[in-house]
Structure formats: C-alpha cells, structure tokens
C-alpha cells in the first residue's frame, strides 16, 4: 500500500492549470469582426487539405 501512495504523488503534480485570461479574450476578438462586418469580410473557402 505504501508503494502505491508514493507512486500516485507525481500524478496530480503533472496537471498544471494555465490561466483562462488569455482564452476567452481571444475567442471573442474573432466572432466579434464576423458579427459585425461579415459582408467586409470575402467568403473563406474551406482549407484544401492535402489529400493526395
């Protein structure tokens, strides 16, 4: 039992939580300009995905 405590302290320590400050900024900026000029903005067309 003992082995198994010792082994499960580095778990918890390998989840380091980031600040969610930068996130939800961001995310809002880019719907933001599409809601309010989406006619400004040309029509993107979907990404050509390297599929050979």
Do not use: G, H
Not at 14 to 42: N, Q, R
Request: glycine residues 0%.
């Amino acid at each position: 039992m003992q082995r198994n405590m010792s082994y499960r302290k580095p778990a918890p320590v390998y989840i380091p939580t980031p600040p969610p400050s930068p996130v939800p900024p961001a995310f809002e900026a880019v719907p933001l300009t599409e809601e309010k000029d989406p006619k400004e903005i040309p029509p993107v067309r979907p990404p050509q995905i390297l599929v050979y």
